[in-house]
Structure formats: C-alpha cells, structure tokens
C-alpha cells in the first residue's frame, strides 16, 4: 500500500495548520513523524488515513486520488488499514473485549465468535495485557487505554498502520512488548507511519524520518541521510526530540553512526 502526498495542505477558521506537504511512503517502510509539539503531527497522520479531509493538495493510495474514490473504495481502502489514536478513543460504554470485536463484527459478519476470540487472545499475548477484558476503558490507566487501541488497530491485520504516540504510558514490559510486535509487523511487510518521540521506535524500525515544524514539511529523508543535513533547523528539532530519550546514546547512535557525540549537536 503506497500513500503518496501531493501538496496536501489543511486550513480552517482562517488557520493554516498543515502546508504543502509532498511525500511518498513506499509499501513496507518505517516512517517515523517527528517534531515539535503543535507542529502538526497528529493532524497529518488523520488526513492520510482519511479520517479528517483535506483542504488543499491531494492524497494517492497505490495511485489512485482518494478525493475521487466512491464510498466502497474508501471502504476497502480503510479495512487495508489501521489507526491508533493518541487518546486511545476507545467506546467507553462498551467493555474492552467489545472494543476490538467491533470492528471485526461489523466488517465481517461471518466471523465466528471463537476466530475473534482467538485473534484477541493472540494479541493479548503478544503485548502481554493483563486487564480483564471485560472492564470497561474508564476503569484502565492510559497505558493500558493505549495498548487496548493498538490492539484494536491490529485486529484487522491491516496492510498499512498510521500510530499517534503508541507508547505513551506504556510501563517497561509493555513498551518492550510493543517493540518486537513492531519488528515483527515491519518484517512482515507491513507499512508503519509512526509520530513518535521515542528513541528506541527510531532506532530499531525507523526507516525514514519525516520532520515537521509549524505544518510545514522541513525534511523527509532515511535515517542515515538526515544525520548529514545541514538545515540547522532540522538539526535542532532532532537534537532536542531525541535527547528527550534515555537510550539516546546506545541506540539512536547505533543507527545514525559511530559516534559518541550527537551528530545532530
């Protein structure tokens, strides 16, 4: 699933929030969205999913304009994809267990009860959830919030996964759990669009990193690329993001060279 951004651009109440923003996200690829906070992270990711339209530009899925898509293609472009939700945005009048049937029980009917099960019981290994499943979101922490929505993200198997902050929260076990469900989604082909601070998520899976300031677009380049920039702008929203994590020096420097020093300083 290719997602290609042709000068997408978002405005509203006379606000400019997101513009010109041109990318191509090849099938199978890590993107990692960073930036400042308000730099329209979060937004960016809603409208290539589709979830919130845009204003300007326009987005291709495998080429085609998801402006001219009928119903039922959106429809099928959306079963081929997932979303995790930086607030979670779980139903909060069903139980958890009801949170991830929905989707499967209203796009595919003919699922039996024991096949949904099984899918939930897999990822709830995988992530190692220990909460009832029968709680209901409001009596979870926000980690647990948020693992619940990954889940429920990955329910569908989807192609193509957009995730706001996935480990926000997370207590250790459970980001480490996260981790290799990522590496195991990324080596099987999946497509990840992540908006992440997180150093480790930027040294294990990363493949591009697409940087934002105040909606606009500063650089969209490899991981390996973007330590030789000389935007210096660039350079210090790096700088400042990943020093924000505590594996800064072992593994974010791992994958963006040899060196002990920031090579963003």
């Known amino acids: ?8 651009s978002f405005t509203s109440g006379g606000e400019t929030f997101l ?5 191509r996200i090849e099938e199978g690829s890590v993107v990692l969205v960073m930036g400042p906070g308000g730099s329209g992270k979060t937004l960016l990711l809603k409208l290539m999913a589709g979830i919130v339209p845009a204003t300007g530009g326009e987005i291709l899925v495998d080429g085609e304009p998801l402006s001219r898509m009928s119903d039922r293609q959106i429809l099928k472009t959306n079963l081929r994809q997932g979303f995790v939700f930086q607030d979670a945005a779980l139903w909060q009048n069903l139980s958890l267990r009801q949170n991830l049937s929905l989707p499967v029980q209203y796009h595919f009917p003919s699922r039996s009860v024991q096949e949904i099960n099984s899918s ?8 190692g959830f220990r909460a009832n ?3 209901r979101p409001a009596h979870l922490s926000g980690g647990n919030r948020t693992t619940v929505s990954i889940m ?9 996964c957009f995730m706001d902050e996935p480990s926000n929260g997370l207590d250790g076990a459970t980001h480490d759990n ?5 590496k195991e989604l990324k080596s099987g082909g999946r497509t990840l669009v992540i908006a992440s601070h997180d150093g480790e998520i930027a040294s294990l899976l990363a493949d591009w990193i697409l940087v934002l300031d105040e909606g606009r677009l500063l650089a969209f380049d490899t991981v390996q690329n973007l ?13 400042e993001v990943l020093d924000l994590s505590t594996t800064y020096d072992t593994d974010i420097l791992e994958i963006l060279g040899e060196s002990d020093e920031n090579p963003f300083a």
């Open 1 to 8: 699933m290719i997602i290609e951004l042709q000068n997408l």
């Open 19 to 23: 513009q010109d923003i041109s990318c």
């Open 120 to 127: 939930i019981d897999l990822l709830v290994r995988k992530l």
């Open 133 to 135: 499943l029968e709680l």
């Open 152 to 160: 429920r993200a990955l329910m569908l198997d989807p192609e193509l």
């Open 178 to 182: 996260l981790l290799e469900l990522l």
């Open 227 to 239: 330590k030789h920039t000389e935007d210096e702008r660039v350079r210090a929203i790096l700088r």
